[in-house]
């Protein structure tokens, strides 16, 4: 994990598995700011300066495809990682074609999600 220090955001509207997912990057080395939902996330001014986000698929208002939608618009935007417990055929080849850094089926392996938070942003780093 090279990048350990940087701030991963969170996106869930579990309010168990949100503190949950902060626990797990927190002892992992990572600095996390967690939402409940995606208009929250978008109206942070500091959200940019993220080195990853990770978000439910499934949230209450705005989806996380929504949210990769305006999240891809903005210069400089972090990459994204998305996650759901309603996975479908297919769903993953729709969040890599609508492009999420990686795709994760709940639930998962701890070491699943930081494996693809540091495969993510190392794939975003700069030559």
Do not use: H
């Not at 949230?59 to 999240?71: E, I, N």
């Not at 492009?99 to 639930?107: Q, V, W």
């Not at 930081?114 to 030559?127: G, K, M």
Request: glycine share 8%.
């Amino acid at each position: 994990m090279g990048m350990v220090g940087q701030k991963i955001l969170i996106v869930e509207d579990d309010d168990s598995l949100r503190p949950a997912l902060e626990r797990l990057l927190n002892t992992a080395g990572w600095l996390t700011t967690a939402y409940s939902s995606a208009e929250a996330l978008l109206a942070d001014a500091a959200a940019g300066d993220a080195a990853c986000v990770v978000c439910d698929l499934k949230l209450p208002t705005m989806s996380g495809f929504d949210l990769l939608a305006k999240w891809r618009g903005r210069a400089g935007r972090p990459p994204l990682i998305l996650m759901t417990a309603y996975d479908t055929p297919g769903l993953g080849e729709e969040a890599a074609r609508c492009g999420a850094a990686a795709y994760l089926s709940k639930p998962f392996r701890g070491t699943a999600l930081l494996e693809a938070i540091d495969a993510a942003i190392t794939s975003a780093r700069p030559p």
